[in-house]
């Protein structure tokens, strides 16, 4: 009997000691990890102190907030010029509302002015350029209504950023983040402007409707066919041929892709006043100036 009562003190004490000991653990346990993360917020702290310091050294600092967030179809972006752009958002993808009209790459590298041959005449300058180049349509200044209405034209080489003879690209003449679209982007915007449309697949009409959806709805085309529905908000900027000469103005809406298909000449898109289509084609040379768009990275 007394044997039994020693046994189940033992055994009490045992357990009672031992839950001692697991509490004593826990709370250290607990404690260490309060002065951890004490420790590791202090450590933030200091970092981001220090960082701060090495960042902005002048007295007092000044904290410069973060880029505002960007909302396709509301937000305007702005290339290195300064000016600015609309944009809008059709499928999955996000294009400048307007026509670019730059002076520089996004990097400060200029982009000649091949102002050359007066309103109409011809330029051999401009035909044998194989680097990029801008032109304003009939050779006006950046400030007259060519300009305003349609933007600028530029080469192939100047979309796709050639700057040396016949060099690689090297330069994007979009704002940072964005880019010349390529043909398979082009056919992409155009399947989402007509979901139900079978594209064509060959050189010529690959939509029969896309380009009255896409045409701005303006009195600048001289025949207005558009009704915009798609925001694309086309404008016809007209062309200048690879001789200098300049073509089409408030007729044709001529678009350069980012896409080479060997020797002189690259993918286009093409609207006419006219009629509801959409033109792909590979048949100007790249020395022609058209019109550039954007399209968000």
Request: hydrophobic share 35%; charged share 15%.
């Amino acid at each position: 009997m007394k044997k039994s009562i020693f046994l189940y003190i033992f055994i009490f004490i045992s357990v009672s000691l031992n839950s001692q000991v697991i509490n004593i653990k826990e709370k250290e346990r607990n404690e260490g990890i309060q002065q951890n993360a004490t420790y590791n917020l202090e450590e933030i702290k200091v970092r981001w102190k220090k960082a701060a310091l090495e960042n902005c050294p002048g007295v007092p600092c000044i904290v410069v907030p973060p880029p505002p967030s960007f909302t396709c179809g509301t937000s305007t972006i702005s290339d290195i010029d300064g000016n600015s752009y609309n944009t809008v958002s059709i499928g999955t993808q996000c294009w400048t509302k307007e026509n670019l009209k730059v002076t520089k790459y996004n990097d400060g590298t200029a982009i000649p002015n091949s102002a050359t041959g007066g309103s109409v005449g011809t330029s051999r300058t401009w035909q044998d350029l194989t680097t990029g180049a801008y032109t304003i349509y009939a050779n006006e200044s950046s400030s007259d209504a060519n300009a305003t209405n349609y933007g600028f034209l530029y080469n192939w080489y100047a979309a796709v950023g050639i700057v040396t003879n016949l060099g690689s690209p090297t330069k994007n003449i979009c704002p940072i983040g964005w880019r010349v679209p390529t043909d398979g982007e082009w056919t992409s915007l155009i399947q989402f402007i007509v979901p139900s449309e079978t594209l064509g697949t060959s050189p010529g009409i690959q939509s029969t409707t896309a380009g009255t959806l896409m045409k701005k709805n303006d009195a600048l085309w001289t025949f207005n066919t558009g009704n915009n529905t798609s925001g694309f908000s086309a404008l016809p900027g007209g062309y200048r041929n690879f001789d200098g000469s300049f073509f089409n103005g408030r007729y044709v809406a001529f678009f350069w892709s980012a896409t080479d298909v060997g020797g002189n000449f690259a993918w286009y898109r093409y609207l006419y006043d006219v009629d509801f289509t959409v033109l792909r084609k590979s048949d100007y040379d790249k020395s022609v100036g058209a019109s550039v768009r954007c399209l968000r990275d």
